[in-house]
């Protein structure tokens, strides 16, 4: 269910009828400020300007036309024509009912499901998976998860470089190593190979020569150098999948759709642009120059997409990609969970490809970018002594430090239990701290913040919904056996009831928008909501009716519900204690 959406419609009928034309939207929002109704109409004013005449009086024509249903309560009319919006405490509980026991929360899936593709990850195989990969990994997890339990169909697109001339470097040294009998071990740890690989690369004669050599066969598909190369990669896909386990991340082996699986395209493909004339020959090379994104002077934006050479390039890749996913995956969304340092690359690429007219219109390509991680020093998030951070050390320094602080605070739990809560916590405190900023900006990494059991982050909300566990363990019952109706007297109960209700359009939005830390936002209001209340609404104390009793624990039920099935969106497992 969405309120914003069901109240913009009858204000919008409402507001036609009272003969202002369409284009005048209704601008309905939940109200800021407690004592303003729980929602505002402030399409009124904007009307009024239009029409030239007094707001007020536009204002009470609209609510004379108002259809307020079951679901409105009242309609005030306040400052120069804002409409406050008193939803009806019956409807809410109704709708609270409906929720209660329902594993979806009363939430509907979308009526017109879409495909949408989630571009999410894809790291460079010919380097371990390092800090860069986990703010992609984790946005786009999410977006996944909840475009999916909207409804939607959502194929998980992982971009992995698996193609390119530093694999020249790594096969040349891997062959080595296997001419030894020791590739085993070396790829153990594929950091060192890398670090190996490289130093051999820069300091050892004739190297470098076997490396391009490598390069040139392997792109001229010999079958010893494809072997080689196809072992790395599994080797290399192995470890990324250890991390996602450990990430709690969705994608799977079949959701790896690699670069190096466009290359049969990339001859057809830039053959196909030359002879439609959206490519031409510049000084050797292929490029299609962008009118449409031409700078100040009036200079096209140049797009290679073939090197002098004949190389192929990363651009020429996305262009094979787009056509892929758009006329063989059927995608009418294409999300790029990527960092926004390639915003130009992808603008180009999205442009350039509704120009060769690869996809039809309707396909929305959307690129979700998101900022840098930072370290406390304001730079890009780097181990001590200025290295990369691996993603493996960094997961398990998370798990670590919140075995501290889980052991610190409930001394009492056995030693497994704990490690299984310090897992959820630890991993939970790194993904909800990246999800719940805004993800076009830049943040600061910290540990302290983030495993904070105090303020927006993953372990309030876990702890948030322990405290609900708890008290059905002392209440000694199920929810299920929980009956009657749900009452709102207290000013306490009917705002945590406006919050749960708005679970609903909260997912529409972040659907749409793709910030997910608009949920977050949400899940912590929620969880402030329910203190408020906790605090005001006795639930066990003596002296509370069993009517009474029912009412509240049926809300609290309700909290414990939408806080797991949200922080299940953003893939953050909760706990019963901790
Ligand atoms: N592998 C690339 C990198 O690490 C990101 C790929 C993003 N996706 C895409 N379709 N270009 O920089």
């Known amino acids: 269910m969405n309120i914003r959406q069901l109240l913009s419609d009858k204000f919008q009928a409402a507001m036609l009828a009272a003969g202002i034309p369409e284009e005048c939207g209704p601008i309905v929002a939940p109200a800021k400020k407690a004592g303003f109704g729980d929602y ?68 509907a899936s979308v009526e017109e499901p879409k495909t949408v593709v989630i571009d999410y990850s894809h790291p460079n195989l010919a380097k371990e998976m390092h800090v860069g990969h986990l703010r992609t990994t984790i946005i786009g997890d999410a ?173 020429t890749t996305d262009l094979a990609a787009i056509r892929y996913r758009a006329n063989q995956l059927n995608a009418d969304r294409i999300l790029y969970v990527v960092d926004a340092r390639q915003s130009l690359h992808l603008q180009q690429a999205f442009v350039a490809s509704r120009k ?72 939970g405190a790194v993904k909800y701290a990246d999800l719940s900023k805004t993800r076009t900006n830049d943040y600061i990494f910290s540990w302290e913040s983030m495993l904070s059991f105090e303020g927006n982050t993953a372990p309030y909300l876990q702890y948030a919904y322990t405290r609900v566990r708890s008290i059905f363990r002392k209440a000694g019952i199920e929810a299920s056996e929980l009956k009657g109706d749900i009452n709102l007297e207290s000013p306490q109960e009917r705002a945590l009831a406006v919050k749960l209700n708005q679970f609903g359009e909260v997912l529409d939005q972040v659907a749409k928008d793709t910030f997910p830390h608009v949920l977050c936002t949400y899940l912590y209001e929620l969880a402030s909501a329910y203190m408020s209340f906790y605090e005001a609404c006795p639930v066990l104390k003596e002296g509370v009716s069993e009517e009474q009793k029912h009412s509240r624990l049926q809300l609290c039920n309700l909290v414990a519900s939408t806080i797991a099935t949200g922080l299940g969106l953003l893939g953050i497992e909760v706990m019963e204690q901790m």
């Not at 009024?48 to 005030?76: H, W, Y």
């Not at 730079?379 to 493996?392: D, I, M, Q, Y």
């Open 40 to 107: 505002q109409a402030n399409g009124a004013m904007g009307a009024a300007k239009r029409l030239g005449t007094n707001p007020r009086e536009l204002s009470s024509k609209i609510l004379e036309q108002l259809d307020k249903g079951d679901m409105i309560e009242k309609v005030e009319i306040a400052g120069p024509g804002f409409l406050n919006i008193h939803l009806s405490e019956q409807w809410l509980s109704q709708q609270l009912l409906a929720a209660q026991g329902d594993k979806r929360l009363n939430i």
């Open 356 to 427: 060769a007219g690869f996809l039809p219109e309707s396909v929305s390509l959307e690129h979700c970018a998101f900022g840098t991680m930072m370290g406390d020093d304001g730079k890009p998030f780097k181990t001590r002594t200025g290295g990369t951070v691996k993603l493996a050390a960094l997961l398990e320094e998370a798990v670590e430090r919140a075995e501290k602080l889980v052991a610190e605070k409930n001394p009492e739990l056995d030693a497994q239990t704990c490690a299984e809560i310090a897992r959820k916590v630890g991993i």
């Open 143 to 315: 977006l996944a998860r909840l475009l999916e339990f909207q409804g939607h169909k959502v194929v998980r697109q992982n971009h992995m470089g698996d193609w390119g001339t530093q694999f020249g470097m790594l096969l040349a040294h891997l062959s080595d190593k296997l001419a030894d009998n020791a590739a085993e071990v070396a790829l153990a740890d594929l950091e060192v190979f890398y670090r190996e690989a490289k130093v051999r690369f820069d300091e050892e004669e004739g190297f470098a020569d076997r490396a391009r050599e490598y390069v040139v066969k392997l792109q001229g598909g010999d079958e010893q150098c494809l072997k080689l190369w196809k072992q790395f990669i599994d080797i290399s896909i192995s470890h990324c999948e250890e991390i996602y386990s450990k990430l709690n991340v969705t994608l799977k082996q079949e959701d790896v759709y690699a670069e190096s699986q466009y290359n049969d395209d990339l001859p057809v493909l830039v053959k196909e642009l030359l002879d439609n004339d959206i490519a031409v020959e510049d000084q050797g090379a292929i490029v299609v120059f962008l009118e449409e994104m031409a700078d100040k002077e009036g200079n096209p934006s140049p797009m290679i997409i073939q090197k002098k050479g004949g190389g192929y390039l990363y651009a």
